[in-house]
């Protein structure tokens, strides 16, 4: 079965602060991993890819096939970041699951 | 350049009522999907489709069905709706790219169920 857990559900901090969003997967297989933020008002957009191994807006997550993660982390937060972030695992037969959603806010 | 449309975007339904979400994709993509978000929930499957004619169940597909009549074409009906069903639904698309496809979303269906 593919399941992704997204424990924390708020995440709040000072803006310049580091952050990290953690995801956890679970899959028997090789796993394809996204992340994916939804800002105020706005659809649903693609972050970033494991496959890629890219960093967007200074966002970069590592797949960590050990520890069954795929964290996301920045190393200083800004107001704008301030969103929903999907963690998602594509698997078997093209069946795309997300988690829980955590909800990050960046304070002045 | 629409993307995914959703029709209707916002809906209100008395307990025991039909009805259809069109989701449409003018990006010529073979996947598509149907997810519900709720709060502390995140986004759930609940269908989703490979290709034309084909269908296939989510991770909480009961009280919804769906067709794929058409490439471009999703629809996810609700047979006799519940107030459990109260929710905001997400038609997403992707290419057929083996694994690494980008999903690209709709605005979102919010469906109240009285």
């Known amino acids: 079965a593919q399941r992704v857990t997204q424990p924390e559900k708020l995440l709040s901090v000072f803006k310049g602060a580091p952050v990290e969003l953690k995801c956890n997967y679970s899959?028997?297989?090789?796993?394809?991993l996204f992340w994916y933020v939804q800002y105020s008002r706005q659809r649903l957009q693609l972050l970033l890819r494991?496959?890629s191994r890219e960093s967007i807006k200074g966002f970069t997550a590592d797949l960590n096939k050990g520890e069954t993660s795929f964290h996301l982390k920045k190393p200083f937060a800004q107001e704008e970041d301030s969103a929903m972030y999907y963690c998602?695992?594509?698997?078997?037969?093209?069946?795309?699951?997300f988690g829980a959603g955590t909800i990050l806010r960046v304070k002045s | 350049n629409a993307g995914v449309t959703q029709t209707p975007k916002f809906r209100v339904l008395k307990t025991g009522q039909s009805m259809t979400l069109l989701c449409a994709q003018d990006?010529?993509?073979?996947?598509m999907y149907w997810y519900r978000q709720d709060p502390g929930m995140g986004l759930r499957l609940i269908h989703y489709?490979?290709?034309?004619?084909?269908?296939a169940k989510g991770e909480v597909p009961d009280g919804y069905n769906v067709s794929r009549l058409k490439k471009q074409n999703f629809l996810l009906g609700l047979e006799s709706a519940a107030p459990s069903q109260t929710s905001v639904y997400f038609c997403?698309?992707?290419?057929?790219?083996?694994?690494?496809?980008?999903?690209?979303f709709g605005e979102g269906s919010r469906l109240t169920v009285l």
């Open positions: 997403a698309s992707r290419v057929l790219a083996g694994h690494t496809g980008e999903l690209f």
């Open positions: 899959y028997s297989g090789s796993p394809e």
């Open positions: 489709s490979v290709g034309e004619g084909t269908t």
């Open positions: 990006m010529n993509h073979e996947y």
């Open positions: 494991h496959i």
């Open positions: 998602a695992l594509s698997g078997h037969g093209n069946k795309l699951v």
